[in-house]
């Protein structure tokens, strides 16, 4: 049997990270010097219960910094007395460059399109142990003498915890805030932290913190991205669509597809009369009636481009256009007082003042 008095580890020769490392060998004697390096710690065993804790530092073994052993094991007094325990080093420094990701697509449906898609997310994340008796504790456990435990350890056990947490951190968001996965990115770093708060107080039960959790990528697969962008474009075109004409062949906008619409506006015959060479414009997005010269709805919220409505046809034109690119009808406004023609977006004449 091979007494050990001195106990130290400086880590894999190679170099590579490691995380927990049991020492092999168990026989000890009192009066053995205990080198732990910065940033480990050093756990005693002894009968599967884990007793005494040494951080960075250099110990001389004796009954008096081994008071949760000495309850265990019958030191006589006086020389070299032989032991028998398990020493495990903990690497206590942050490991910061660990990776996470949805190994399978989970389906979810886009909260503003309604279409279904096959979401896949990843990202990072760094760890670092905070109870190094807790951990080993639960979930170590019983290891050969001599084993090495790295980070991936860890991460192959979270693994699952953490797809489960961050698919039901980002459907549950996303829905309750109506965002569609062609707006995410903007998002990304309040999921981050949802999903961090979340996934920390599972680690935390095993003496593990969780550090910089970022979620980098959300997305369905390429071809459903370029459909939804597809599908958008169609409603915008409908909505666009939504102005026609009436029994008199005036032009009034299909009000099915415009909310909050009162008055003038919820009568199609009144609504022709009013838009009729005013210069009104339509929200390419809700169908709104809009006044002249406005730059953004005032239902919607959408950015307006400034267009002049057909009084013939209902086509909308750009406000340079003096004819219809639809029906050919006249798209500027003669003067009552000098005769000069404006633009249909003009409320007063260029060269008199006059009203229009």
Request: proline letters at 4%; charged letters at 20%.
């Given at each position: ?50 007793l ?5 530092g ?45 190994a399978?697509?989970f ?5 503003k ?15 670092r ?23 991936q ?16 951190a980002i ?34 039960r095993?003496?593990?913190e969780?550090?910089?959790?970022y979620?980098e ?22 909505n ?22 009162t ?24 169908s ?52 000069v023609?404006?633009s249909?977006?003009q ?10």
């Amino acid at each position: 049997m091979t007494v050990i008095d001195r106990i130290k580890y400086d880590g894999p020769s190679n170099g590579t990270p490691w995380l927990i490392y049991k020492y092999p060998g168990e026989q000890f004697v009192l009066g053995s010097q205990l080198i732990v390096n910065q940033g480990q710690e050093a756990l005693f065993f002894k009968g599967g219960e884990a007793l005494d804790l040494f951080r960075g530092g250099t110990y001389t073994l004796k009954t008096g910094n081994l008071p949760l052993l000495s309850r265990i094991v019958n030191f006589p007094f006086g020389g070299e007395t032989p032991f028998s325990a398990e020493i495990y080093f903990i690497n206590m420094t942050s490991r910061l460059d660990m990776t996470w990701g949805t190994a399978e697509p989970f389906q979810l449906e886009d909260p503003k399109y309604g279409k279904i898609l096959s979401i896949r997310s990843h990202g990072r994340y760094g760890l670092r142990i905070i109870d190094a008796r807790m951990f080993v504790n639960e979930l170590v456990g019983a290891v050969l003498h001599g084993t090495t435990i790295t980070h991936q350890f860890v991460a192959k056990y979270f693994s699952g915890l953490i797809a489960t947490v961050t698919k039901s951190a980002i459907s549950d968001y996303m829905i309750k805030q109506k965002i569609s996965f062609l707006e995410i990115t903007v998002y990304l770093k309040a999921l981050s932290e949802i999903c961090k708060n979340e996934i920390s107080r599972e680690f935390e039960r095993y003496g593990v913190e969780i550090q910089n959790f970022y979620v980098e990528y959300i997305s369905p697969p390429k071809c459903e991205i370029e459909e939804l962008k597809k599908y958008k474009e169609s409603l915008m075109t409908r909505n666009c669509s939504s102005v026609r004409r009436d029994s008199y062949g005036n032009s009034f906008v299909n009000n099915r597809n415009v909310e909050g619409t009162t008055g003038a506006e919820s009568h199609p015959g009144r609504e022709s009369a009013t838009t009729q060479n005013t210069g009104r414009m339509i929200c390419p997005r809700c169908s709104a009636v809009l006044e002249s010269g406005m730059k953004f709805c005032g239902n919607c919220g959408e950015k307006i481009s400034r267009s002049i409505i057909c009084p013939r046809c209902g086509t909308q034109n750009d406000e340079n256009m003096k004819f219809c690119v639809q029906c050919g009808a006249k798209l500027v406004k003669k003067c009552t007082a000098c005769g000069v023609e404006n633009s249909m977006q003009q409320n007063y004449c260029g060269n008199c003042g006059n009203s229009l």
